[in-house]
């Protein structure tokens, strides 16, 4: 009899963990991704059935999906006006809709696409990669995405139930279609607070000259560097600087980049945020984004515990129509100290005729060091030397 209900009970005790549980999530497409300066991934996808490959920012900043306004006119289409407006550091933008637009990535064809229209050629020149669109929250939210930083590989899973990799840490973010997570910035003080999690922006971590005034956080002895930054709707100036400690779940960064910036057009609805954390941070993880059930899983990657970039030119490289161009030039800054002018094409960097414009981005962060620059200007031949800051 006592055996009886002994077993009885554990049936019992059985049927109570009895529990409904969704299909595993599928593998439906995998492919290669490029990255480009802050670890900024671009991958390759195809619109409606047009035969031109197409190269897009993968952006967590970004609420929707949109395509470049010259990559539209090639096609001939004809975006519809809305009165929809977009927000970036940079500016406010009214713009139109190409809808009910395709994507075709190998072996899926992502539908019923709401695209809108805006200029990215500033950013195809900072990064000197044709920026033909931004991917964000539009096919975020449809799909299980994940991104290996060590095999340069992005995969697009159906929604599902997943077990997660060992030796990471979940991220229970903030998501409407931007995701907002809590981290503690340290310097002169320690401070936590909500940033956006934004692996659209090519730096380690951006906080509102707001929260600097209100939190006091810097050190007084930080020095600024002016900086010239790109966003959506253009060009905007900020201070470059150091941060003593960011830190997140588990993971500690010590001594971190970070810009400054005057939130003109609140894109950061301070005091609701402090700033955003940018792809150079988390680049150093293998990533899983799983919107539908409000997840970002971090693995740390190979690139972990690779340093960060100190380096100060004051400068910034545009490739525009072919050439190699220097930007703004900062007040005070080394490259205006070597003899720099904006709008000089760059010839050379360090008896480097190749043009390559990643291996020229990358002599500029040889912090501490000297350069040597052949530049044009008003059809001469000039040789500079400038010698690279650090910030740290």
Do not use: W
């Not at 990358?362 to 001469?380: C, H, P, S, T, Y």
């Not at 040789?383 to 650090?390: D, H, P, T, V």
Request: aromatic share 10%; net charge positive; proline share 5%.
């Amino acid at each position: 009899m006592v055996a009886t209900l002994l077993l009885l009970l554990t049936t019992y005790r059985s049927q109570a963990q009895e529990e409904f549980v969704e299909p595993p999530s599928r593998l439906l497409s995998r492919f290669p991704f490029m990255q480009v300066t802050g670890g900024v991934v671009i991958l390759k996808a195809q619109l409606d059935n047009f035969p031109d490959t197409l190269q897009f920012i993968l952006d967590s900043g970004s609420s929707g999906i949109s395509l470049d306004s010259a990559t539209v006119a090639y096609f001939n289409l004809k975006p519809e006006p809305s009165d929809k407006t977009i927000r970036g550091i940079a500016g406010i933008k009214k713009v139109g809709f190409l809808y009910n637009r395709k994507l075709r990535f190998p072996g899926l064809v992502v539908d019923s696409l709401n695209f809108h229209v805006n200029d990215y050629s500033v950013l195809s020149s900072v990064y000197g990669e044709r920026v033909d669109g931004i991917i964000g929250y539009s096919l975020l939210s449809r799909y299980i995405i994940k991104l290996d930083y060590d095999s340069l590989k992005m995969e697009i899973c159906t929604k599902g139930s997943i077990r997660y990799p060992k030796g990471g840490f979940l991220i229970k973010p903030i998501l409407n279609s931007l995701p907002v997570q809590t981290a503690r910035v340290r310097d002169e003080y320690t401070y936590n607070a909500r940033f956006l999690h934004d692996i659209g922006a090519g730096v380690c971590l951006m906080l509102s000259q707001d929260f600097i005034d209100d939190s006091v956080l810097l050190r007084k002895k930080r020095k600024l560097y002016p900086k010239e930054g790109e966003g959506i709707g253009g060009k905007v100036s900020m201070h470059m600087t150091v941060v003593k400690e960011l830190k997140f779940g588990p993971y500690r960064f010590r001594n971190i980049p970070t810009y400054i910036f005057e939130d003109t057009y609140n894109v950061t609805s301070y005091p609701y945020l402090g700033g955003l954390i940018g792809n150079d941070i988390f680049r150093r993880f293998n990533v899983i984004f799983n919107y539908p059930k409000r997840d970002i899983h971090l693995v740390p990657n190979s690139h972990f515990r690779e340093p960060f970039d100190y380096s100060y030119s004051g400068i910034e490289l545009y490739l525009t129509d072919g050439k190699i161009l220097i930007g703004d030039v900062a007040v005070g800054s080394p490259g205006e100290l070597a003899g720099l002018k904006e709008g000089d094409q760059v010839v050379g960097i360090n008896n480097n005729l190749t043009q390559n414009f990643a291996q020229y981005k990358i002599a500029l962060q040889a912090a501490g060091e000297k350069v040597k620059m052949l530049i044009k200007r008003d059809n001469e031949l000039i040789q500079l030397e400038m010698k690279i800051r650090s910030i740290l």
